[in-house]
């Protein structure tokens, strides 16, 4: 499913919000971990809110590999 969405659905800029576990899966379909202080602040709040409630997170960003200027953390 992921790799129908990695070609029809997500655009460049895309944020998800990872378990620990499946960080390497998402990475496999164009995710890369991002550090929390990066995301917007709506989003960072909600991460927040997830995480000290117990989830085990990882921020991540969807960004194809010809976008340039990528920062990357």
């Not at 129908?4 to 899966?25: I, K, P, Q, R």
Request: hydrophobic content about 35%.
């Amino acid at each position: 499913m992921l790799t129908h969405c990695e070609n029809t659905v997500f655009s460049d800029g895309d944020y998800c919000f990872a378990f620990n576990h499946l960080e390497h899966y998402y990475t496999q379909h164009g995710f890369k971990t991002i550090d929390s202080s990066t995301l917007p602040n709506s989003l960072k709040m909600a991460y927040l809110r997830y995480v000290d409630s117990g989830k085990d997170l990882i921020p991540m960003q969807f960004i194809t590999s010809d976008t340039p200027n990528s920062v990357v953390l």
